[in-house]
């Protein structure tokens, strides 16, 4: 599959299905993909339903004529997750060699509700045979799939379709799918994972590109309901928000479709060679199942050959939320980390005030000074404390941060003021073949419970290192069990002294998923996943994902026995 070229905006395109705007033929952006409609299960459109009246019920009873202190002894209970839905997006690279690799696993050993069930298809409905979920406790996977069904869209390129896997029953507690994409060649060569997506109204991206010369951002977006979906953008710049008139704005996603759209599109002529962004995707109708692949461009020395993509993870909007925010998983540098940035965005009106940058590494926490030289061109003078203007974008070379080429770490940003927006850009580059590849990491929470990664593969010139932090005075300890195509799994103790971190490699070979669940007594634990390689046809590929807990279960808020009282008389 080739990547095609971006082509020109004709006047007047619109997404597919959008409503005509009032006086016509304004300039749109790019037009989105056409879509194809079939039958698809109706289950997550119930749900949601379900979930609505649910919580009407619920402030009825709250509201009505009910004696007040009956109420307050109602509370939510803590039930295993009923279902559960994931949307995997697959082969985007453009070399002759993309493959996209699928694994599901659902913990075994908890309490269920509902029908068993577990279904993989093509959000319009097709089927996909390559993937079969087995029973809880066992990994299934559908190892380089080379071949997805595409769709055509309104300017005549090809785009895969994405896939929906949905869990019931005992497969959905803890039900956990993933995507691991690469490509050994051709322009967009390079490695990339992420949990595959759950469909939601709002999702936070940063470091995104919207520059026209060095990369490319490409938002995915995929609905799965039976109800269309109207999706709206806001840039965070380097000068502040974007204002991109009506373009990015009022996108119709419709129902079992799929689409992509070039962030940088909507800024037009305005757009710079260079340039980044904090994105805030949400809805006003309906929910999307959202992605970000970045695809750092080949320059003219490259020959055509791709300089690396990834996922840049998608951050709930609690997350982006919080003053107080943990980047896991920044790996040693040796002597392959070339590029090693940190991009915040201040997200509100008021400004924000970088307190403090702490950093998790071997030796314990240590508060990182500030800068004494300017730094190069695009980035921020890292002072302390760093003042950042509303709604403004600023990018940190933090690549002198670690003193010892060996330390793995984790950042910790605390700020006030107004909200804000992290995250981390890496590049590894190989000094043998002068290839390189880029991964992202975003603020977590803490694991909780357990965190599960479905994709890792130690074998050859592949190496996958979990990078775990302890963030507390009394240390840690965490158990790795490892589960490999034999579904037996081995299990590992791993010790974290406090405030520091550890590079462990798992005790697998070949492909495997890792379980990752920190041990009563523990001080919080934040981690990541790194995966490397070295491909057969040369160069770098590295990609990271980091570890987040798995749903196993969720409150339910009270509902009213007796409905007397929810509507008045």
């Known amino acids: 599959m080739t990547r095609p070229n971006r082509p020109a905006r004709p006047t007047g395109a619109r997404p597919t299905g959008a409503a005509p705007r009032p006086g016509g033929g304004a300039p749109r952006g790019r037009a989105l993909a056409k879509t194809r409609t079939s039958p698809i299960s109706t289950f997550g459109a119930l749900g949601v339903v379900a979930a609505v009246l649910l919580a009407g019920l619920g402030y009825g009873f709250s509201t009505g004529t009910q004696n007040k202190s009956a109420v307050s002894e109602q509370t939510s209970r803590t039930l295993p997750v009923g279902s559960a839905t994931a949307v995997c997006q697959g082969e985007m690279g453009a070399g002759n060699d993309t493959s996209t690799s699928l694994t599901t696993f659902t913990p075994s050993g908890n309490a269920t509700t509902g029908t068993d069930g577990a279904s993989v298809q093509y959000v ?18 559908a190892q380089q799939v080379t071949q997805f069904n595409t769709v055509t869209n309104d300017v005549g390129e090809l785009q895969p379709v994405p896939l929906v896997l949905q869990a019931t029953g005992s497969y959905a507690p803890g039900f956990t799918a993933g995507e691991l994409i690469r490509s050994d060649s051709g322009n967009q060569r390079g490695m990339a994972a992420s949990p595959c997506t759950t469909p939601s109204t709002d999702f936070w991206f940063a470091g995104v590109s919207v520059g026209t010369t060095d990369r490319d951002s490409w938002l995915y977006m995929a609905n799965t309901d039976n109800a269309p979906a109207t999706v709206n953008l ?98 040693a540098p040796g002597n392959t980390l070339t590029k090693f940035d940190l991009v915040i965005s201040s997200t509100s009106d008021v400004p924000v005030s970088i307190d403090h940058v702490y ?18 061109k695009g980035y921020t003078k890292r002072d302390s404390p760093l003042s950042i203007a509303p709604n403004h974008t600023v990018i940190l070379d933090m690549t002198s941060a670690a003193q010892d080429k060996t330390e793995s770490a984790a950042l910790q940003i605390v700020g006030s003021g107004g909200s804000f927006l992290s ?128 749903r196993v279960s969720a409150a339910v808020p009270p509902v009213a026995p007796d409905l007397s009282g929810a509507v008045a008389r």
């Open 423 to 550: 995250g981390v850009r890496l590049v590894e580059t190989d000094s043998k073949s002068g290839t390189q590849d880029s991964a992202y990491l975003a603020p977590t929470p803490p694991v909780g419970s357990e965190a599960i990664v479905g994709d890792s593969n130690i074998g050859g010139a592949a190496k996958s290192t979990l990078v775990l932090t302890s963030a507390g005075s009394k240390g840690s300890t965490v158990q790795v069990t490892t589960i490999g195509a034999d579904n037996k799994p081995a299990v590992d103790q791993v010790t974290i002294a406090a405030n520091s971190t550890v590079a462990y490699t798992p005790k697998a070979t070949g492909w495997f998923t890792a379980i990752v669940q920190p041990q009563p007594g523990s001080d919080p634990i934040y981690g990541a996943r790194i995966l490397s390689d070295l491909p057969t046809k040369g160069g770098m590929q590295v990609t990271a994902q980091t570890l987040e807990d798995a």
């Open 124 to 141: 319009d409905g097709k089927p996909f045979a390559p993937l079969k979920i087995g029973a809880a406790g066992t990994r299934s996977s």
């Open 359 to 376: 950093w998790y590494g071997k030796q314990g926490r240590i508060e990182l000074a500030a800068q004494t030289q300017d730094p190069g």
């Open 234 to 331: 806001t840039y965070y710049g380097q000068d502040g928000k974007i204002d991109t008139g009506t373009l990015g704005h009022d996108i119709t996603v419709l129902p079992h479709t799929s689409t992509k759209y070039q962030l940088s599109s909507p800024l037009g002529p305005a757009a710079q060679a260079s340039a980044v962004a904090g994105v805030h995707v949400t809805t006003t109708e309906g929910r999307v199942a959202a992605q970000v692949l970045d695809i750092d461009k080949p320059q003219k020395s490259d020959n055509g050959t791709g300089r690396g993509m990834d996922f840049i993870p998608a951050q709930t909007p609690a997350v982006a939320a919080e003053t107080s925010q943990t980047i896991p998983g920044i790996p």
